[in-house]
């Protein structure tokens, strides 16, 4: 009669450290993976409470310039200084916020002329720059 061999699994130091190394790069990876997916919660911060209404209107209507009169124009692009110069003593400012942003401080400021309220956006176009007209919304 013929004994048939078994071949017995055996798992030597080698083969044992291979495969908790594959298991550790597949843990790590896997951790890596989660924290691209997902924003730390220490790095979003807001300074806006988060129970205030939000700054522009959801039914606000974004334009590229805004013409108040033949004196008042203001345009996307155009330093805040200037635009605030001109809007001065013509427009009432209901509210002003300011967040930040990627390059510097946002500033949203809203606008109210004889029942026609506008929002301007401004915050700098790069780093250490002058605050620009960056968006403007009607309602």
Known sequence: MMDATRSRLSFT?????VAAL???TIVVGALVVREFRLAPRALSTTEVAPSAPPSVPADA???PSLALGP???IKVGERLA??????EGSVTLVSTSVERGPLGPREIRNYVLQGTKFTLVAEPFERRGDSRIASIYLQ
């Open 61 to 63: 209507v974004s334009v």
């Open 13 to 17: 130091g080698e083969s044992i450290a």
């Open 82 to 87: 200037d635009a605030v110069a001109q809007l």
């Open 71 to 73: 004196a008042i124009q």
């Open 22 to 24: 594959l298991l550790a």
